[in-house]
């Protein structure tokens, strides 16, 4: 699907998507914006989709190339005309996503029902208006971006039940059209710094601070560190990975010393 290029002398693993059409949905801010950067500076020609109008008139100015377009990825008729006017796509990744602070309990069915509908029906929708394209070409890939919270418990449930969906949702497609040459793949995504924490960093300056102590390798991720894994299962460098889940977390789900330090009274800085 792609050129891949290895640096003889160390570094970086380069990704060539000249010509490629990609679809990036929630790409106008944060991880998605970050994703339509590096696919366009691999040579493709990023198809950025958003709810968020303002955002939009930025993109093209910050990602070369790109054609950017208001799509609420939610209305299915809206998805489905979107895909027949600007399709067929190579590369389809779902990470547009809402995370809600309300409390279980008090949430409204309308408040629970957006968040599976923008984090679980919208991909749904647009893996169906992108299949038939790639299963026509006898190829194409589909990145879904997924979340830590879909592996255990970590707050926000009605988000954390949609994002494990997402994950089935990624297996089910992968099994069901690899026979036509299309892959899909996830990552599940722990902690990154993304607007999304603008409000949270303003009223407690040292909420990331604290964070980054319970990751291994004590840092919480960047947009960038989502992007390159995105853009290894657009590859061919993934050619023959399809309905994985790819954990980038920064270890967070691999072990919790400082829960052992917490018991055992000790610090590890």
């Known amino acids: 699907m792609d050129a891949l290029r290895l640096n003889p002398g160390g570094g970086d693993v380069a990704f060539d998507f000249g010509g490629r059409r990609v679809l990036v949905t929630g790409g106008a801010s944060g991880i998605g914006l970050t994703i339509a950067a590096r696919f366009a500076a691999a040579g493709a020609h990023p198809v950025v989709v958003d709810v968020d109008e303002d955002a939009l ?3 093209c100015g910050l990602v070369p190339g790109a054609t950017a377009i208001r ?23 779902n990470n547009a996503m809402i995370c809600g602070d309300d409390d279980f309990l008090s949430a409204t069915p309308e408040q629970l029902r957006r968040e599976v509908d923008v984090n679980l029906v919208a991909p749904m929708l647009v893996t169906r208006a ?5 299963v026509d070409r006898g190829a194409g890939a589909i990145v879904n971006v997924s979340s830590i919270n879909a ?4 707050g926000n449930e009605a988000y954390s039940a949609a994002k494990a969906g997402l994950q089935s949702l990624t297996r089910s497609v992968a099994t069901e059209y690899g026979r036509h040459g299309v892959r899909c793949n996830a990552i599940a995504l722990g902690t990154v710094d993304t607007p999304y924490w603008s409000e949270r960093r303003a009223a407690d ?7 980054e102590r319970w990751y291994p390798l004590r840092r919480i991720g960047t947009p960038e ?3 390159a894994a995105v853009l290894f299962f657009a590859s061919s460098a993934a050619r023959w990975i399809t309905g994985a889940v790819l954990t980038v977390d920064g270890g967070f789900t691999a072990g919790n010393l400082r829960m052992s330090d917490d018991i055992h009274g000790e610090r590890r800085d």
């Open 225 to 227: 560190d989502a992007a």
């Open 151 to 154: 592996l255990q418990h970590l």
């Open 205 to 211: 300056p040292g909420v990331l601070d604290r964070l």
């Open 57 to 59: 008139a930025a993109v």
């Open 71 to 93: 799509l609420d990825v939610t209305d299915a008729a809206a998805v489905t005309d979107f895909a027949a006017a600007h399709g067929p796509f190579d590369v389809a990744v």
């Open 130 to 134: 992108v299949l038939p394209a790639m």
